[in-house]
């Protein structure tokens, strides 16, 4: 993205989710003028200032903050908790521009219901993205809402790309990406957590154990990496004919992990789908 002309982008709540992005934005090159964020407390607004370059302003210092944020945005980021979504709406309404898209990174909230606390016709974009955007290597969902015009749509598409994949999905299809992807990378490191464990189990030193851990999952990670690779062909290479590796994936398999793994995915977006019950109404 050329830096002259890079979208100028606000990002409100900038906490775990939007940091990362954030994160991947300035890696990416776009230049930190061209961005701002807010946060609750003005600790962790000096705290991500200072670490990013980007002025970062605290709802708490100022209760302005989020209105001040979004003046001459191009895009406007919601990343704070669900719940708190439409009251931030409600907030930034007024101090928009009719042509800002109004992006929301969170689960559980609708485009009806983000239109419902907007001004008519403010154009805006559902999106689920994972936390490995703040090193390029997220995934993310994007879904235009009522408003949005396929150019609007392209630029929020532009900027999410700069910190990993975009899939265009339609909107009751965002449940699954969260039991897939939203949620993903935590079903990873707890696995890495797991095998940590269990290394320790087998008589292993803790800090032998992590490594082994951390430096397996990352690394497995990489060789899935190209856009070809191959999850089953990765594992048959290392699975060797009655060998260790075959006994370790038949006792996943015999314990059940394959429907384990299903039901884990569709909690999750059950829990968006209740989420979205509870705070759309
Ligand atoms: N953490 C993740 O991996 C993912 C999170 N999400 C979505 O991202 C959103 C945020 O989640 P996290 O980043 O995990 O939470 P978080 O708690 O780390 O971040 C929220 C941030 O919002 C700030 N904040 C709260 N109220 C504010 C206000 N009125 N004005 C300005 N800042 C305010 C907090 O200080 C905090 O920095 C949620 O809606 C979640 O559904 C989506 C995909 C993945
Ligand atoms: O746990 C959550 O609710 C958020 C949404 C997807 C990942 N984290």
Redesign the pocket.
């Known amino acids: 993205m050329p830096q002259n002309t890079a979208p100028v982008i606000a990002f409100?709540?900038?906490?775990?989710?939007?940091?990362s992005i954030l994160r991947g934005v300035l890696a990416s090159g776009v230049p930190a003028d061209r961005v701002r964020a807010?946060?609750?407390?003005a600790d962790?607004a000096r705290c991500l200032a200072e670490e990013t370059g980007v002025q970062v302003l605290s709802?708490e210092a100022d209760a302005d903050?989020?209105a001040r944020a979004v003046d001459g945005a191009d895009l406007v980021l919601l990343?704070?908790?669900?719940y708190?979504?439409l009251e931030?709406c409600d907030e930034i309404r007024e101090a928009l521009d009719p042509q800002t898209v109004v992006v929301s990174?969170?689960?559980?909230i609708t485009l009806d219901a983000m239109a419902e606390h907007l001004a008519d016709g403010q154009p805006t974009v559902r999106s689920?993205?994972?936390?490995p955007s703040s090193v390029g290597r997220g995934v993310v969902s994007v879904t235009g809402g009522h408003h949005t015009t396929p150019e609007q749509l392209a630029i929020v598409r532009e900027v999410l790309a700069q910190v990993g994949t975009v899939v265009e999905v339609p909107e009751n299809q965002v449940r699954a990406v969260t039991g897939v992807s939203?949620s993903g990378?935590a079903y990873v490191f707890l696995l890495a957590e797991m095998m940590q464990k269990a290394g320790e189990k087998l008589g292993l030193d803790p800090e032998v154990a992590r490594v082994l851990a951390k430096e397996t999952v990352s690394g497995a990670g990489v060789l899935l990496s190209p856009d070809d690779a191959d999850a089953e062909a990765l594992r048959k290479a290392v699975t060797s004919p009655n060998g260790t590796t075959e006994r370790a994936i038949n006792t996943f398999l015999d314990g059940g992990v394959e429907q384990l793994v299903a039901d884990a995915a569709a909690a999750s977006a059950n829990r968006g789908d209740q989420m979205e019950e509870e705070f759309c109404g």
């Open positions: 409100l709540g900038t906490g775990s989710m939007n940091g807010t946060t609750r407390s962790s709802s903050a989020n990343g704070v908790k669900p708190a979504i931030l990174v969170a689960a559980g689920m993205p994972n936390t939203g990378p």
